[in-house]
């Protein structure tokens, strides 16, 4: 399959994911997240690969999800539910992936972008990275509910429900992120890593991870991920004042002029 939106290499044992549309800083689009899965099913069953590394083209890693406004706007809960079905069946084919899983952050990681992160098994963080989930501040929800199961209580609360951002170095102190690596270095480190993981016998690496996955699955992960989605799905059926300007903007000015109206809201 030819990619349009991602580029995908290997090298001998390990492979490399690039979210490819950094003119939209790698907003996550329904085409995006299709190559995305074709590319991970791809991995899955090829028994050379046995480390991914999933990072951005540009100054980007994602900025989350695609807002720009579709053909067939989402009018129903079904509509919105299919929307997050479709992002978290792509974080879940990571989350259950046999491969170790590297996230390569590169620069902005927000709403979905974060998300995408948090479901890797290591996370890299460039010094210049900056991680979020702002989509409160326009009326959304994460759809896929990770974080708390990343994060403690009190921080997860802080950064879900006022939209802030954390720059790479409180990433790494709230445990959003494993360690920080100038932004030059950041790939070579990310090779150095996946190198090691690549040296595991892929059965012990496999069930290693298998077994730390199953230790949240029974504290109730995968209900908690469903929950979230429907939650989703209902905040963007709410109606509101805040949620209508904020698309009454986009619509006449284009997203970038809707974004600084709320941020000029949260200054």
């Not at 077994?211 to 109730?220: K, M, Q, S, T, V």
């Amino acid at each position: 399959m030819k990619y349009q939106n991602i580029q995908l290499s290997i090298d001998r044992w390990i492979a490399t994911l690039t979210l490819d549309r950094p003119d939209k800083m790698n907003a996550l689009d329904d085409a995006i997240l299709i190559e995305m899965q074709h590319a991970l099913d791809r991995l899955e069953a090829d028994e050379s690969v046995r480390a991914l590394i999933i990072t951005g083209a540009g100054r980007a890693f994602s900025a989350g999800f695609d807002l720009s406004p579709r053909e067939q706007p989402f009018r129903t809960v079904k509509d919105w539910r299919d929307h997050a079905k479709l992002g978290n069946d792509t974080w879940e084919r990571i989350w259950r992936s046999r491969l170790p899983v590297i996230a390569a952050v590169n620069g902005f990681c927000l709403g979905g972008g974060c998300e995408l992160s948090m479901v890797c098994d290591i996370t890299l963080a460039a010094d210049g990275a900056e991680f979020g989930e702002p989509e409160i501040q326009f009326q959304s929800a994460p759809p896929l509910a990770v974080m708390p199961w990343v994060l403690g209580m009190k921080k997860t609360k802080e950064l879900l429900l006022t939209g802030d951002r954390v720059n790479a170095q409180e990433a790494v102190r709230i445990g959003l992120a494993n360690r920080v690596v100038p932004a030059a270095e950041l790939m070579a480190e990310a090779h150095r890593l996946a190198m090691r993981f690549a040296m595991i016998a892929p059965p012990a690496m496999q069930m290693n991870k298998q077994c730390i996955n199953r230790a949240y699955d029974l504290r109730g992960y995968q209900s908690t991920m469903d929950y979230g989605a429907e939650m989703f799905a209902l905040v963007h059926m709410s109606e509101s004042q805040e949620g209508r300007e904020f698309f009454e903007v986009a619509a006449k000015d284009g997203l970038k002029a809707a974004f600084k109206w709320r941020d000029a809201r949260f200054a």
